[in-house]
């Protein structure tokens, strides 16, 4: 078999996730878009390594690598996931543009008290 057709796959493979991160506006499917480009670079490790017979399978230990960190980086993508939906209700990007709450709510952080001025020393000591 010819390195071309797994080269061509993974190509196609990688820009279908370079699509998907790139459109797609739910934070899961961006996820599952970026898994899609490991994958094609780990099809392009294993054709390369197998096509370069490589006594050492360099290829296929990145390709192995390569999975674990895809595999911590969902666990962690989906776990920040989870929480932004427990605190927004929603998993849109487009919404999701800062991370801090714009609107206070009144009786937290000293929202509802006007601000304190202080006049001197390091720890708020001094005149209001």
């Known amino acids: 078999m010819h390195v071309a057709y ?18 797609r506006r739910n934070a899961i499917l961006v996820l599952m878009s970026v898994e899609l480009m490991l994958n094609a670079v780990n099809l392009n490790l294993v054709a390369f390594d197998v096509w370069l017979r490589d006594r050492l399978h360099g290829g296929q230990v990145l390709a192995l690598f ?3 960190i895809a595999a911590a980086e969902i666990g ?4 920040i996931v989870l929480l932004v939906y427990r605190t927004r209700r929603t998993v ?3 919404r ?4 801090a709450d714009r609107d206070p709510v009144p009786g937290e952080d000293g929202a ?13 000591e001094g005149t209001p």
């Open 66 to 68: 390569t999975i674990v």
């Open 6 to 23: 797994p080269a061509v796959v993974a190509a196609l493979l990688f820009s279908l996730g370079v699509y998907g991160v790139l459109a």
């Open 76 to 79: 962690l993508g989906l776990a």
């Open 96 to 99: 999701l543009r800062d991370l």
């Open 112 to 124: 509802d008290r006007p601000p304190a001025t202080v006049a001197g020393g390091r720890d708020g």
């Open 92 to 94: 849109d990007v487009d």
